[in-house]
């Protein structure tokens, strides 16, 4: 399973594979630069077996989609960026002017059940109407539409690749049934995956709302996979 747990690195030097144990039957990061180039976490003996059994032979190997194959945190960073220079503009903010925009982002995605679009700009109008009360200043709704759009300007722009992402793709899919599980709202992660041109790597494309154990268990189960 290859995801972005820990870090975000370029995926010719280091690809991170996260083994979740009540899967495969492990429990730890292996760090892959290349087929020949192993760096071992453990004794060599144990990572060349699971070596031997997980990475020569044909796997599904399941990917993420979202800050694994294409940047997007960053989009989001830089969205945060301007709307917090648009409030210090304004004089609406102080020390927890971050916090507060996140916290508003997450009781969001948790009062709507899961990572929809509207989530993000709504938390840029919320947080304005917050420092609004907390500077007893009238909130311009044609300023607050502006902020608004900030947020969404995130879904408008063209989402670039991790370096030799698709290089990647290529050469596992030779061998290996890839899957691609990715956490969000259907029609704009599939949105995204068709803009990239990556879709065509997957045999299987599925779009969750959450994704834990259960989640995976049953895409094992739905597709019969060990």
């Known amino acids: 399973i290859f995801t972005t747990n820990i870090r975000k690195e370029n995926l010719t030097e280091i690809v991170e594979i996260k083994i979740v144990s009540r899967i495969v039957g492990a429990s730890d990061i292996y760090m892959l630069k290349t087929d020949e180039d192993i760096r071992y976490t453990k004794n060599r003996s144990q990572n060349k077996k699971w070596v031997d059994v997980y990475m020569y032979k044909p796997q599904t190997v399941i990917f993420d989609f979202d800050d694994t194959l294409v940047y997007t945190y960053k989009l989001f960073l830089a969205a945060t960026d301007e709307f917090m220079l648009a409030m210090k503009k304004m004089n609406l903010y102080d020390a927890d ?130």
């Open 97 to 226: 002017l971050f916090k507060v925009l996140d916290d508003f982002d997450i009781q969001n995605v948790h009062k709507n059940g899961g990572f929809l679009p509207e989530n993000f700009p709504d938390a840029m109008q919320q947080t304005y109407q917050y420092y609004c009360k907390k500077c007893n200043r009238k909130p311009d709704a044609t300023v607050s539409e502006n902020l608004q759009k900030i947020g969404w300007s995130v879904f408008e722009k063209e989402h670039e690749l991790l370096p030799d992402a698709e290089q990647l793709l290529e050469e596992l899919r030779q061998m290996h049934t890839l899957f691609l599980l990715t956490q969000g709202h259907e029609e704009t992660q599939l949105k995204k995956i068709s803009s990239t041109g990556l879709a065509e790597y997957f045999a299987e494309i599925k779009v969750v709302q959450q994704k834990n154990m259960r989640t995976f268990q049953k895409l094992l189960n739905e597709f019969q996979l060990n």
